[in-house]
């Protein structure tokens, strides 16, 4: 049957409602359905799961999607079930499973009901699970958060490198690999590691063109300059990441200080205080959201209409997450960053005390980023091109760089005078 495709739209309207694809969402299902390895580099919100959940539905056996965080395998499981009739059409085994519920979820495997199992990298690589499925059909493997194998990703887990000889153990089916981190680097250590160099790889867009980008000196003055980009803003829903916790509590109580509706959100607060300042964001109580990193992983409030950093993020890929926040549904997104040179000091002496190859790369991911900051060329464009894209427009209307190239004209002139 040369040529002859299976018409995926009906089936997309069958199982999840929808009408059309998102993006090369239909060739990446067409092509796992072919059985072929595929590598999928698309941004956040791009529709990256339906590029498996979808085939799981349509594939004889279970998916297993391999995934690192157990709230984000619970909220796609949800998900799932809320598609289907059949709770144990998805399951997923953690840590946080009693006995009793695995034995159901293995029940429901074994009986053909579930088409999807979610499992983070430390069960899968557990003696037991692997004896197990090793007795499953298994349809094929999807590696979520792919960039988490890679030590040049903004999230590296040194379990994900062992997914590959599990898979081998347990039984050879396709795999697929889905992230939104697409520096040249991460992918091609990600494709090495699990033995798929040949795969196709589908690459989207990773051009963001509702947000602007504007980085601005960082002066001692910045707490000040924050508050007025605040009240010139007022009412709109934002997010201040800092370096750390500690600037993180001062930042939030100078900000309530000053009448602004803000918040602290880091990994040492109580969870409880925690949770309740993430929630009473993201249900509009609060405006502003004082962060470490540690905030908006699988967070998706689509109007946050700006993110501030404070100190110079970590690396671009980095950036690049944290800013990807604003404008989820396509509306305006504001992202500004306070950068002075003397940052990048007080970061590398952070770094001391790790081991030395992770202080390499973290130097070599930080001097980017600085490049970044103090570069003159269109954000745009730097930005894509550290994922390995190529921004084609002369001025992307929607950067510092773009709206207002002073500094070049500067740097001309100086170079003249010279
Ligand atoms: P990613 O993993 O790439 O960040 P998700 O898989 O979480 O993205 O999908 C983001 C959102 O897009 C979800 O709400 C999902 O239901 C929606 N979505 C995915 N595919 C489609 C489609 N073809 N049409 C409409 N909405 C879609
Ligand atoms: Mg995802």
């Known amino acids: 049957m040369a040529g002859k495709k299976i018409n995926l739209t009906d089936q997309l309207k069958k199982y999840f409602g929808f009408d059309t694809f998102k993006g090369n969402q239909e060739a990446i299902i067409q092509n796992l359905l072919a059985g072929n390895d595929t590598f999928v580099l698309m941004p956040t919100g791009g529709g990256k799961s339906l590029c498996y959940q979808l085939p799981s539905l349509m594939m004889e056996g279970t998916g297993v999607v391999i995934s690192p965080l157990i709230a984000l395998m619970k909220n796609q499981v949800d998900a799932m079930r809320n598609f289907s009739e059949e709770d144990g059409i998805a399951h997923f085994i953690n840590s946080s499973l009693n006995k009793g519920a695995i034995d159901q979820v293995k029940s429901d495997i074994l009986s053909g009901k579930t088409k999807l199992l979610y499992v983070a990298p430390e069960s899968l690589t557990k003696e037991e699970n692997v004896e197990f499925l090793k007795t499953v059909t298994i349809s094929f493997y999807a590696v979520d958060e792919a960039h988490c194998i890679s030590e040049w990703g903004h999230d590296f887990r040194p379990e994900y490198r062992r997914i590959r000889p599990i898979i081998n153990e347990i039984g050879k089916a396709p795999v697929i690999a889905l992230t939104a981190t697409a520096t040249p680097k ?34 001692n003055n910045v707490d000040r300059d924050i508050i007025k980009f605040i009240k010139n803003n007022q009412e709109k829903s934002g997010i201040i990441y800092c370096l750390s916790r500690k600037k993180v509590e001062e930042l939030a109580e100078i900000l309530q200080a000053n009448g602004i509706n803000a918040r602290a959100y880091h990994a ?12 009473d964001f993201l249900m509009e109580k609060i405006d502003v959201i004082v962060a470490t990193i540690a905030f908006g992983m ?18 671009l890929e980095g950036y690049y997450q944290e800013t990807g926040r604003a404008g989820r549904d396509g509306g305006e997104g504001q992202c500004i960053t306070f950068y002075t040179n003397k940052d990048l000091q007080k970061l590398e002496k952070f770094m001391q005390g790790k081991p030395v190859a992770e202080q390499e790369i973290g130097k070599q991911l930080l001097l980017e980023t600085a490049a970044y900051a103090e570069s003159s060329v269109c954000r745009r ?11 084609m427009e002369e001025n992307c209307g929607n950067c510092d760089n773009c709206l207002n190239p002073k ?8 170079l003249c005078t010279v």
Do not use: C, W
């Not at 409030?301 to 110079?312: N, S, T, W």
């Not at 730097?382 to 190529?390: K, R």
């Open 186 to 219: 991460v992918q091609h250590d990600i494709q090495k590691n699990l033995g798929m160099v040949d795969a196709e790889v589908f690459k989207s867009s990773f051009n963001r063109p509702n947000l602007y980008y504007e980085v601005r000196p960082k002066t």
């Open 268 to 279: 040492g607060m109580d969870s409880a205080t925690r949770t309740q300042n993430q929630d």
């Open 298 to 315: 699988g967070i998706d409030k689509p109007d946050v209409r700006f993110v501030i950093h404070y100190d110079i993020p970590k690396s």
């Open 381 to 391: 464009k730097t930005l894509l091109h550290y994922f390995g894209e190529e921004y």
């Open 407 to 414: 500094k070049q004209v500067e740097a001309q002139e100086l």
